[in-house]
């Protein structure tokens, strides 16, 4: 079975760092492309960002840009994505998806995923 679980959530104040973990199974990691996604109450989930496994290349949405950092551990089929210089507008829920033909100019679309996660929730305080 095809999992994605997402963890490390949890509650910051502001300026502060959590590194959230997406561990993959069932799937041939090294195929795809992990994305991160969130969605805020009220609002439409979007991409925050994304790492190819075959190539490494990654990608960043311009809200975190500078303040977030993607990799990715092939040996343990597991993606983090470090969050540092949190802001109370960073409060959402965390998702991590996986996709094996992800078009890397439109990486933020969630159409791009095969495969999603649980999420974890974030809680930027001010």
Not at 39 to 44: D, F, H, L, R, W
Not at 57 to 62: C, D, I, K, Q
Not at 78 to 98: G, R
Request: hydrophobic residues 35%; glycine residues 12%.
């Amino acid at each position: 079975d095809v999992q994605l679980q997402a963890s490390g959530g949890g509650l910051v104040q502001a300026g502060g760092s959590l590194r959230l973990s997406c561990a993959a199974s069932g799937f041939a990691f090294d195929d795809h492309a992990i994305g991160w996604f969130r969605q805020a109450p009220g609002k439409e989930r979007e991409g925050v960002s994304c790492i190819s496994n075959s190539d490494g290349t990654t990608h960043y949405a311009e809200s975190v840009r500078g303040r977030f950092t993607i990799s990715s551990d092939n040996a343990k089929n597991t993606v983090y994505l470090q969050m540092n210089s949190l802001k109370p507008e960073d409060t959402a829920v965390y998702y991590c998806a996986a996709g094996s033909s992800v078009l890397l100019a439109v990486w933020m679309l969630d159409v791009e995923y095969d495969y999603w996660g649980q999420g974890t929730l974030v809680t930027v305080s001010s």
